[in-house]
C-alpha cells in the first residue's frame, strides 16, 4: 500500500503538471480494479466497460479539482461505485440483469482441469451469492474483500459512517456464508 | 456477552478492526463457547472464498479505448458525430429531410419540360405577332420574313391561336384601318383579274424568292386562309412585290378572326366586317352601279372592292344611322342574305356585299 501511495502522489503530480503520459498511467494502473468493481456491480461486461470508460473520462475532465486529500484511487472508486449505484438505481439497465453468463466467464488463471471444473462451481455459486447481494451490501464487501480498501477508505468513497460500514460489511459477509455453506470445509 | 453478540463482531474481528476492550471481551467469549468457535471459522472461510475469488481484468484494448474516447475530436468528426446522435432524435429527422429533398427534385423535374416550353415559347410568340406590324410598309423587305421564317413554320399552329387571343385587341383594329384603307388603293392600280386557280398554281413558281415563305407561311394556316392569301395574289398581280403582300397579310391577321363569327364565305376581307351576305342579281353591272348609289345615298363609302371568277365583292363602311336603310335598299337590288349581325354595331359597319349571279 504504501508503495502504491507513493506512486499515485508521483502520477497525480505528473497529471497535474499536463504530463500527457499520465492519464495512460493512470488508466493502466488502475483499468482492472475500475473495471472488477464496474463487473461486480452490474454483472454484464459490455456494461461494465461501458461505465469504467465513463469513469476514467470524468477523472480526465476533473483531474484539476483532484485535492489529494484521498488517494487517488479512493477517488477512482468513489467514482465508480457512485456511477455503478446510480445505474443501478435507474431502470435503465433492468434488462441487464442476467449477468451470471459473464461472471462464470471471469476466472483466467492458470489451472489444472479439475481443478477448472470445482474452481467454476465455486466462482459460479461465489459470483451468484455477491450478485444476490442488495447493492449497499454488495458494493461494500466487494470494496473491501475484493478490491481490499479499508474501512475507513470505503467510508470516503461512498460517503458513509465507519459504523455503517461496518455493519453493512457484516451484513453482506452473514449472507454470503448461509450462500456458500456446502463450499465451507 | 451473548453468544449473538460475539457473532456480530466477527467481521470487525477479521478485519482487526476492534479496539484493544472489544477485542478482549470476544477473546474471554470464544474461550467459553464452542459453537462461537466454530461459526468464527466458518465466517473466516466464507470470507476466504470470497477473496479467493478470481481477479477480474479489464478486456483488451480497453486502455486504447479509453485514450481514444479522451482524445481531442477534430471538429469534422465532431460535428458528423453531432450530426448523427443521438439516432433515435436524428435519424427519423434525417430521413424525412431525405424524403423532402427526393420529393422536391422530383416535382422539379416533373415541373422542367412545362417550364422549358414556356420558356421556348416566349421569344417566339412576340416575334410574331410584333416583328411584321413594327417594320413600315416601306421597309417591308424579305429579311424579318427569313429570320422568323423557321419559328413560323414551328409555331404556325400557336401562332393560330396566338391570332385569336390577339383579336380582341383594339389597338390593333385601330393600326388596321389605315391599312386597309391604303391596301384598298392599292387594289384600285392593280391590273384585271386573274384567275383564282392559275395563281395558286403561279405563286410557288414566282421567280420571287419570297414566293416560297409565302407557301411555307401558309403550310400550317386553314383553308380558308390560304384561299384568303392566293386572292391576295391575285389583287397584287406582278407589280407589286410579293413579300408585301405577305407582310401585310400577316399584319392584318392578328385581328382576322372575326369577332362576329362572320361566315367563312368572306374571303374577300383582311379585316373581318361587321356583316357580310351575298346579294343575288339578275344585271351585275346593274346592281353595281345601283349600290353605288345606294351607298352615296347612305354616306357609305366602299373601302374596298376585289373582282373574283364569281362576282364582284365591295366592301362599305355604313355609318350606323343608315345601316337599316341600306339592308332594304340592297334588298329591292336583289336577293339579299345578309350574314349574322353583331349584337352591338359599331358607329361604322363594315358590310362585305357580295355580289352573285
Not at chain 2, 391575285?234 to 392584318?252: C, F, H, I, M
Amino acid at each position: 500500500m504504501e508503495g502504491r501511495t507513493g506512486d499515485d502522489a508521483s502520477l497525480v503530480d505528473r497529471l497535474r503538471r499536463g504530463d500527457p503520459r499520465a492519464f495512460e498511467d493512470l488508466v493502466i494502473a488502475y483499468q482492472h480494479r475500475v473495471f472488477g468493481v464496474a463487473l461486480r456491480m452490474l454483472g454484464n461486461r459490455a456494461e461494465a466497460e461501458e461505465l469504467a470508460q465513463e469513469v476514467f473520462l470524468r477523472v480526465h475532465r476533473a483531474i484539476g479539482e483532484f485535492r489529494g486529500e484521498a488517494k487517488l484511487s479512493t477517488w477512482l472508486y468513489a467514482i465508480a461505485s457512485r456511477l455503478c449505484l446510480n445505474r443501478l438505481a435507474s431502470g435503465e439497465r433492468r434488462m441487464a440483469r442476467h449477468g451470471d453468463e459473464a461472471l462464470t466467464r471471469l476466472a483466467s488463471r492458470e489451472i489444472s482441469p479439475a481443478e477448472e471444473v470445482e474452481r467454476s462451481e465455486l466462482e459460479t455459486a461465489l459470483h451468484r451469492a455477491i450478485a444476490e447481494l442488495g447493492e449497499e451490501r454488495r458494493i461494500v464487501v466487494v470494496l473491501r474483500d475484493l478490491e481490499g480498501l479499508s474501512y475507513e477508505e470505503i467510508a470516503t468513497a461512498l460517503e458513509l459512517e465507519l459504523g455503517t460500514v461496518r455493519s453493512r460489511l457484516h451484513r453482506a459477509r452473514m449472507d454470503l456464508r448461509e450462500k456458500l455453506e456446502r463450499f465451507l470445509p | 456477552m451473548s453468544c449473538h453478540d460475539a457473532r456480530e463482531q466477527f467481521s470487525a474481528l477479521i478485519d482487526d478492526a476492534l479496539d484493544a476492550g472489544e477485542r478482549a471481551a470476544l477473546d474471554a467469549h470464544l474461550a467459553t463457547c464452542a459453537d462461537c468457535r466454530r461459526e468464527l471459522q466458518r465466517f473466516r472461510d466464507t470470507v476466504g472464498l470470497v477473496r479467493a475469488a478470481a481477479p477480474v481484468r479489464a478486456p483488451a484494448g480497453f486502455v486504447d479505448r479509453v485514450l481514444e474516447a479522451t482524445r481531442p475530436v477534430p471538429w469534422p468528426r465532431r460535428l458528423v458525430r453531432d450530426l448523427f446522435l443521438p439516432w433515435p432524435v436524428k435519424l427519423p429527422m434525417e430521413a424525412a429531410a431525405i424524403v423532402l429533398v427526393a420529393v422536391g427534385v422530383a416535382l422539379v423535374y416533373r415541373g422542367s419540360p412545362e417550364l422549358e416550353q414556356s420558356i421556348r415559347q416566349e421569344p417566339a410568340a412576340p416575334v410574331m405577332t410584333q416583328a411584321p406590324r413594327d417594320t413600315p410598309p416601306e421597309v417591308k423587305a424579305s429579311a424579318p420574313a427569313r429570320e422568323n421564317e423557321d419559328s413560323r413554320e414551328l409555331y404556325g399552329a400557336r401562332r393560330e391561336k396566338a391570332r385569336e387571343q390577339d383579336t380582341p385587341r383594339e389597338p390593333e383594329k385601330a393600326k388596321e384601318a389605315p391599312r386597309a384603307q391604303e391596301r384598298v388603293q392599292e387594289f384600285a392600280k392593280e391590273p384585271g383579274a386573274v384567275s383564282r386557280d392559275a395563281n395558286l398554281q403561279k405563286a410557288p413558281k414566282s421567280p420571287d424568292s419570297q414566293a416560297p415563305v409565302i407557301g411555307k407561311l401558309e403550310a400550317p394556316a386553314s383553308g380558308a386562309e390560304r384561299q384568303r392569301a392566293a386572292k391576295d395574289n391575285v389583287r397584287s398581280g406582278t407589280t407589286q412585290p410579293t413579300e408585301r403582300r405577305a407582310d401585310s397579310l400577316k399584319a392584318q391577321r392578328p385581328a382576322s378572326a372575326p369577332p362576329t363569327a362572320a361566315a367563312p364565305s368572306v374571303t374577300s376581307a383582311f379585316v373581318p366586317p361587321d356583316v357580310s351576305g351575298q346579294l343575288a342579281v339578275s344585271d351585275r353591272e346593274l346592281a353595281l352601279r345601283s349600290l353605288k348609289e345606294l351607298a352615296a345615298r347612305l354616306r357609305a363609302v366602299e373601302t374596298r372592292r376585289f373582282d373574283t371568277s364569281d362576282g364582284p365583292i365591295i366592301e362599305l363602311a355604313v355609318p350606323r344611322e343608315t345601316y337599316a336603310e341600306l339592308n332594304s335598299g340592297l334588298a329591292r337590288l336583289g336577293r339579299w342574305r345578309p350574314g349574322k349581325e353583331p349584337s352591338t354595331l359599331p358607329a361604322t359597319i363594315r358590310v362585305v356585299v357580295r355580289i352573285t349571279g
